[in-house]
């Protein structure tokens, strides 16, 4: 079974910057296209950014401009840079495959201060 860790979460105040990971267990993100997710509480789990197998990204309005996604295929691991923060990306940050997802993480709670 896949097991995926996420890690790098904190508090930081707006305009800040933080740098998420997410080791895999597996070379799952080798052969994948790859996601990062949030939910903010009270919130349904929305897709932020994703990266193709063709390194192809994709970004929700919300964060373009202001996230990166990127991937170490060696390292079984893909990285979410976040750059200028806002309070409204306060939420609990998880990372799956596109199709087929595998069981969730634990997640890593990001929450940006005023």
């Known amino acids: 079974q896949v097991q995926l860790v996420e890690s790098g979460g904190g508090l930081v105040q707006a305009g800040g910057s933080l740098r998420l990971s997410c080791v895999a267990s597996?070379?799952?993100?080798?052969?994948?296209?790859v996601g990062w997710y949030r939910q903010a509480l009270g919130k349904q789990r929305e897709l932020v950014a994703s990266?193709?197998?063709?390194?192809?990204?994709n970004y929700a309005d919300s964060v373009k401009g202001r996230f990166t996604i990127f991937r170490d295929n060696a390292k079984n691991t893909v990285y979410l840079q976040m750059n200028s923060l806002k309070p409204e990306d306060t939420a609990v940050y998880y990372c799956?495959?596109?199709?087929?997802?595998?069981?969730w993480g634990q997640g890593t709670q990001v929450t940006v201060s005023s």
């Open positions: 597996t070379s799952i993100f080798s052969f994948n296209d």
């Open positions: 990266l193709t197998t063709f390194h192809r990204t």
């Open positions: 799956n495959v596109i199709s087929n997802p595998k069981p």
